[in-house]
């Protein structure tokens, strides 16, 4: 009986061990070596991480991808919570993701999201989070982080950079800014075992610098020749 | 599984020959009509004396009562008058039959996974053929221990009599539980030695077994067949041949029914939900049984919680898989309870279930992947989701073959089959992000303007849904603002307008 505690104690991650050098950490490659690098692995898995990009629409989903295809490869459920918009799904079917392993939930008060995310986290479904209006509690995000310990399966929260502000308990905070077009700035605020500070220029795609004024467009020519047509018609 | 097993184990002995030799056990439940009853006394007044009573000829007569009367005298038979005028404060519970004949079918279902072959006895009683089932349980002995144990678990009072055919086991019953097989010449020997006066027949025909002399079965069966057909008539003969094992015992097979319905009656009233779920834990269990003995999974199960007077309130628990653990339908349950309304004191509590698919086979095979038991958790995720925040909550993206953006990817609620058709991929990249209502853009200065200033990168791609619907050709671009975010802009063909519809994420 004792024993098995000392085993079951010794076995999570989050147990330091004086001899051994750094936390024994799994990790999710993101898809990306250079922010393989960065992360030391990837993506922490057994622990909730915080993405606060500094506007949406600027790449910070399609950083996930990789892991959601991950997830939906292995049959397990990507759970998103309190999307801020509704998921295109030829995108994501273009990505390869399976659309029936997403589930999307919509949460009526904030004790209905806290309960649907560590619902999701403890049934073994990669959770993506987001943050309404109102920044959770820090007691909520120790809720989440601590299923997230127990379960084996990665989580993320995306947050607006105004919650950097205040302290957070969970394992990895990344602030995502866009210096261009397809070009991201990922800057790590938080990660266990390491300080703070490191920075990492990402390219998404092409940076195109091109740009079409708005009075070069094409004219709608096809509309002209209906309404041409009509007019003939009438005439 | 378990059932499998018993079924091939009964085909194959059949198969070999009809010599092989049969066991039949007879259960017979003495206080069946009183232990029916006895959840529905209220706790403080379990330990006095009860006994039911039913009308025989006119009088109310004492059917069965338990020890606490039985130590005051009163047993069955006596007419309530005598048996109130020796126990004074003795509980009188009138017979209610069609609850015990449904408590004799849940016994059945019980017995059902010890034995395929179950037989029901109006009499208060089943009959079990229970040869070939002792591989599963390591021997006859063992057999009857479990189903001792479990008959104690359910609290019913019940004696047995083995035989090798169902008449003799009935008259072979015991006043106690055996839980020893007897040898086959033990229960010869003791078949032979029963007194007459155990065999059903009519007053004559008891009477004619005196003036003949006869006292036991033994002395019955040693006379000649042609004499006995002589004094007797077709029915005693008919007996004997079956006790003789000279004709099969033709009578219909127990089988679970097509759907399952049971109920749990609570006179005094439920008060809080929390006291709902003990009632609902026992119909859960029940209907586990159930669906181990029809080895299928339930897709749906149905409550209903009757109140004394007033609108009765249901709740309807939807699976998106299958299960057939009664711990995790009693979890769905309780999420879904949280957010109904109950009336105020619940009397009658219903549970029913008719929507069943076979078990899957694969939960018994070793799942080298895990595949299984993912999808598993992802069916019991959905479900507690479902149960706790309502279907409207959930939805999943389904793809469509259109062209129309909000047409070709909608929502749809989760566990219906999802077709994704295949759509002509666009050339031009696409959003992750859809407005759920195209955003119209202010122009200002030359300038789109959406939340800030917006500049298009690349375009456009033109995307019609019905070519004769003008307002719905669009052009499609891709824009920009000056932080670095990607926007997805139309322009409407019939108007010239502006729309943001989407957000490269």
Same mark, same amino acid.
């Given at each position: 009986?004792?024993?098995?505690?000392?085993?079951?104690?010794?076995?999570?991650?989050?147990?330091?061990?004086?001899?051994?050098?750094?936390?024994?950490?799994?990790?999710?490659?993101?898809?990306?070596?250079?922010?393989?690098?960065?992360?030391?692995?990837?993506?922490?898995? @057994? /622990?909730?991480?915080?993405?606060?990009?500094?506007?949406?629409?600027?790449?910070?989903?399609?950083?996930?991808?990789?892991?959601?295809?991950?997830?939906?490869?292995?049959?397990?459920?990507?759970?998103?919570?309190?999307?801020?918009?509704?998921?295109?799904?030829?995108?994501?079917?273009?990505?390869?993701?399976?659309?029936?392993?997403?589930?999307?939930?919509?949460?009526?008060?904030?004790?209905?999201?806290?309960?649907?995310?560590?619902?999701?986290?403890?049934?073994?479904?990669?959770?993506?989070?987001?943050?309404?209006?109102?920044?959770?509690?820090?007691?909520?995000?120790?809720?989440?982080?601590? !299923?997230? /310990?127990?379960?084996?399966?990665?989580?993320?929260?995306?947050?607006?950079?105004?919650?950097?502000?205040?302290?957070?308990?969970?394992?990895?905070?990344? *602030?995502?800014?866009?210096?261009?077009?397809?070009?991201?700035?990922?800057?790590?605020?938080?990660?266990?075992?390491?300080?703070?500070?490191?920075?990492?220029?990402?390219?998404?795609?092409?940076?195109?610098?091109?740009?079409?004024? +708005?009075?070069?467009?094409?004219?709608?020519?096809?509309?002209?020749?209906?309404?041409?047509?009509?007019?003939?018609?009438? @005439? | 599984?378990?059932?499998?097993?018993?079924?091939?184990?009964?085909?194959?002995?059949?198969?070999?020959?009809?010599?092989?030799?049969?066991?039949?056990?007879?259960?017979?439940?003495?206080?069946? #009509?009183?232990?029916?009853?006895?959840?529905?006394?209220?706790?403080?007044?379990?330990?006095?004396?009860?006994? &039911?009573?039913?009308?025989?000829?006119?009088?109310?007569?004492?059917?069965?009562?338990? &020890?606490?009367?039985?130590?005051?005298?009163?047993?069955?038979?006596?007419?309530?008058?005598?048996?109130?005028?020796?126990?004074?404060?003795?509980?009188?519970?009138?017979?209610?039959?069609?609850?015990?004949?449904?408590?004799?079918?849940?016994?059945?279902?019980?017995?059902?996974?010890?034995?395929?072959?179950?037989?029901?006895?109006?009499?208060?009683?089943?009959?079990?053929?229970? @040869?070939?089932?002792?591989?599963?349980?390591?021997?006859?002995?063992?057999?009857?221990?479990?189903?001792?144990?479990?008959?104690?678990?359910? /609290?019913?009072?019940?004696?047995?009599?083995?035989?090798?055919?169902?008449?003799?086991?009935?008259?072979?019953?015991?006043?106690? +539980?055996?839980?020893?097989?007897?040898?086959?010449?033990?229960?010869?020997?003791?078949?032979?030695?029963?007194?007459?006066?155990?065999? %059903?027949?009519?007053?004559?025909?008891?009477?004619?077994?005196?003036?003949?002399?006869?006292?036991?079965?033994?002395?019955?069966? !040693?006379?000649?067949? #042609?004499?006995?057909?002589?004094?007797?008539?077709?029915?005693?003969?008919?007996?004997?041949?079956?006790?003789?094992? %000279?004709?099969?015992?033709? /009578?219909?097979? +127990?089988?679970?029914? $097509?759907? +399952?319905?049971?109920?749990?009656?609570?006179?005094?009233?439920?008060?809080?939900?929390?006291?709902?779920?003990?009632?609902?834990?026992?119909?859960?269990?029940?209907?586990?049984?159930?669906?181990?003995?029809?080895?299928?999974?339930?897709?749906?199960?149905?409550?209903?919680?009757?109140?004394?007077?007033?609108?009765?309130?249901?709740?309807?628990?939807?699976?998106?898989?299958?299960?057939?653990?009664?711990?995790?339908?009693?979890?769905?349950?309780?999420?879904?309870?949280?957010?109904?309304?109950?009336?105020?004191?619940?009397?009658?509590?219903?549970?029913?279930?008719?929507?069943?698919?076979?078990?899957?086979?694969?939960?018994?095979?070793?799942?080298?992947?895990?595949?299984?038991?993912?999808?598993?958790?992802?069916?019991?995720?959905?479900?507690?989701?479902?149960?706790?925040?309502?279907?409207? !909550?959930?939805?999943?993206?389904?793809?469509?073959? $259109?062209?129309?953006?909000?047409?070709?990817?909608?929502?749809?609620?989760?566990?219906?089959?999802?077709?994704?058709?295949?759509?002509?991929?666009?050339?031009?990249?696409?959003?992750?992000?859809?407005?759920?209502?195209? !955003?119209?853009?202010?122009?200002?200065?030359?300038?789109?303007?959406?939340?800030?200033?917006?500049?298009?990168?690349?375009?456009?791609?033109?995307?019609?849904?019905?070519?004769?619907?003008? *307002?719905?050709?669009? $052009?499609?671009?891709?824009?920009?603002?000056?932080?670095?975010?990607?926007?997805?802009?139309?322009?409407?063909?019939?108007?010239?307008?502006?729309?943001?519809?989407?957000?490269?994420?």
């Amino acid at each position: 009986m004792h024993n098995n505690n000392i085993a079951s104690v010794l076995t999570r991650t989050d147990t330091w061990r004086g001899y051994s050098q750094r936390l024994p950490r799994s990790t999710i490659a993101t898809g990306h070596s250079h922010l393989d690098r960065l992360l030391q692995g990837g993506w922490p898995v @057994s /622990a909730l991480s915080e993405l606060l990009p500094q506007q949406p629409g600027i790449g910070e989903l399609s950083l996930l991808l990789p892991t959601i295809k991950y997830y939906a490869d292995n049959h397990q459920l990507c759970v998103w919570l309190d999307p801020p918009y509704q998921p295109y799904a030829p995108t994501l079917v273009a990505a390869g993701i399976a659309l029936d392993k997403l589930l999307i939930v919509r949460s009526k008060s904030p004790a209905e999201w806290l309960w649907a995310a560590e619902q999701s986290i403890r049934s073994g479904a990669l959770l993506l989070a987001w943050a309404k209006q109102k920044p959770p509690r820090y007691a909520d995000l120790r809720k989440l982080q601590l !299923a997230a /310990a127990n379960s084996n399966n990665a989580a993320f929260l995306f947050s607006a950079p105004s919650a950097l502000d205040a302290p957070s308990p969970v394992a990895l905070r990344l *602030e995502l800014q866009s210096l261009q077009v397809n070009q991201l700035l990922l800057r790590v605020r938080k990660m266990r075992g390491t300080a703070s500070g490191e920075q990492l220029q990402l390219h998404l795609g092409e940076a195109s610098a091109q740009r079409i004024p +708005f009075t070069q467009l094409p004219a709608d020519r096809h509309h002209g020749y209906s309404s041409h047509a009509v007019l003939t018609l009438n @005439s | 599984m378990l059932r499998s097993i018993n079924k091939s184990h009964k085909t194959n002995k059949s198969d070999k020959s009809s010599k092989a030799q049969d066991i039949w056990l007879y259960l017979h439940f003495p206080l069946l #009509s009183l232990e029916t009853l006895l959840p529905q006394v209220p706790a403080d007044q379990a330990h006095k004396p009860i006994a &039911t009573v039913s009308l025989e000829k006119n009088i109310q007569r004492v059917l069965c009562c338990n &020890t606490q009367a039985e130590a005051w005298g009163v047993e069955s038979g006596l007419s309530v008058s005598t048996a109130l005028a020796l126990c004074p404060e003795l509980l009188v519970l009138p017979r209610k039959i069609e609850q015990e004949q449904q408590h004799l079918q849940q016994l059945a279902l019980l017995a059902y996974s010890f034995s395929p072959v179950v037989i029901l006895d109006n009499d208060t009683g089943l009959w079990l053929e229970i @040869s070939g089932c002792d591989k599963l349980f390591k021997g006859y002995n063992a057999l009857l221990q479990a189903l001792e144990k479990r008959l104690v678990y359910e /609290a019913i009072t019940a004696v047995n009599g083995i035989g090798q055919n169902p008449l003799a086991a009935k008259l072979l019953c015991q006043p106690s +539980f055996q839980t020893q097989l007897p040898k086959p010449t033990e229960i010869q020997h003791l078949l032979m030695t029963t007194d007459l006066s155990r065999l %059903e027949t009519s007053r004559k025909q008891q009477q004619s077994f005196e003036q003949l002399g006869l006292k036991s079965l033994g002395d019955l069966l !040693a006379l000649s067949r #042609s004499a006995l057909s002589r004094r007797f008539d077709a029915e005693l003969m008919n007996r004997i041949a079956q006790l003789n094992n %000279e004709k099969p015992f033709t /009578a219909p097979r +127990f089988q679970p029914g $097509d759907s +399952f319905h049971d109920l749990v009656q609570n006179p005094q009233g439920i008060f809080n939900k929390e006291s709902l779920l003990f009632p609902m834990k026992t119909l859960l269990q029940r209907l586990c049984q159930y669906l181990v003995a029809r080895q299928c999974h339930c897709r749906e199960i149905e409550w209903h919680f009757e109140p004394l007077i007033g609108e009765s309130q249901q709740m309807q628990i939807q699976l998106s898989g299958s299960q057939n653990n009664w711990s995790t339908l009693l979890m769905l349950s309780r999420l879904q309870l949280d957010r109904l309304e109950l009336p105020r004191s619940v009397e009658q509590i219903i549970l029913h279930a008719d929507q069943f698919i076979e078990a899957p086979m694969a939960v018994f095979n070793l799942d080298l992947f895990g595949d299984q038991q993912a999808a598993q958790q992802s069916c019991e995720l959905i479900d507690s989701l479902n149960a706790r925040l309502g279907i409207e !909550a959930l939805s999943q993206p389904v793809l469509n073959q $259109d062209y129309l953006p909000e047409l070709a990817s909608t929502l749809a609620t989760p566990g219906k089959p999802i077709k994704t058709a295949a759509n002509k991929p666009l050339t031009a990249p696409q959003p992750l992000w859809l407005l759920t209502e195209p !955003a119209p853009v202010q122009m200002r200065n030359q300038q789109l303007y959406w939340r800030q200033p917006l500049t298009i990168i690349s375009g456009p791609e033109r995307l019609c849904g019905n070519w004769w619907q003008a *307002e719905q050709q669009r $052009d499609y671009y891709l824009a920009c603002d000056n932080r670095g975010a990607r926007y997805w802009l139309f322009r409407e063909s019939a108007n010239q307008r502006w729309f943001v519809h989407g957000l490269f994420s």
